[in-house]
């Protein structure tokens, strides 16, 4: 079975172009995924009420229903983005059909048409 072999890089390397759009992408990656961007980001979710909003707290929790007993569909982190609609049930915002948050951890995106 051949064996592969990677040659260490040399000195010029960490002073090309080439070391310099490596890092570019790595650091270009690392933010995307500490701020949750591919979750949202062609995500294919719609927005036909023109409403988007912002999860403001950690740990913010997605139900089936409107109600704080319901099962939790999926946990928002702070800064992910979601598509809303601009019912309002019990305190909770219907972001999809089967997704609800609690409104008082949501804030609508500027030139956003949530309320």
């Known amino acids: 079975m051949a064996r592969l072999t990677l040659k260490k890089p040399d000195a010029k390397f960490y002073r090309g172009w080439g070391f310099v759009a490596l890092l570019t992408i790595a650091l270009t990656i690392a933010v995307f995924a500490s701020r949750g961007g591919f979750e949202t980001v062609g995500s294919g979710q719609s927005d036909p009420s023109g409403c988007r909003m912002e999860a403001t707290g950690d740990g913010l929790n997605v139900r089936a229903q409107p109600n704080i007993n319901a099962p939790v ?43």
Do not use: H, M, Y
């Open 73 to 115: 569909v999926e946990t928002l982190r702070r800064g992910d983005l979601r598509p809303a609609e601009k019912i309002v049930e019990n305190g909770f915002r219907k972001l999809a059909e089967g997704r609800w948050a609690s409104e008082q951890f949501l804030s609508p995106l500027p030139g956003s048409t949530c309320r």
